[in-house]
């Protein structure tokens, strides 16, 4: 299941479980919709990959032992391991060539 990690990795703004704002990689690194955008270009700068909205995981129990009560967001913030100039670089080099083909 998706760990819902509490921040975004680059502006370190909080996006909490419930955050509409959340942008998410197939390795789950978490960005906030105006880093992908403006920042990022849709290009991850841990592996490359493109981003997708992270789902909501519902708040209720609408199914016994299901929702965030019993499987709660992850609570350990993370911060980019590159400078600006490297993701910058990745960014410029891969931002033209669709996620499904890089």
Avoid: K
Wanted: hydrophobic content about 30%; some cysteine; charged content about 25%.
């Amino acid at each position: 299941m998706l760990e819902l990690r509490p921040n975004c990795e680059c502006c370190d703004t909080d996006l909490p479980p419930s955050s509409a704002n959340a942008r998410i990689c197939s390795y789950e690194c978490t960005f906030c919709g105006d880093c992908v955008d403006n920042v990022l270009h849709n290009v991850c700068p841990n592996c490359g990959g493109g981003f997708v909205p992270r789902p909501i995981r519902p708040a209720g129990e609408w199914r016994p032992g299901e929702g965030l009560g019993n499987h709660p967001a992850g609570t350990r913030r993370r911060q980019l391991r590159f400078t600006a100039e490297e993701v910058a670089a990745l960014s410029d080099r891969l931002r033209a060539v669709p996620p499904a083909e890089r």
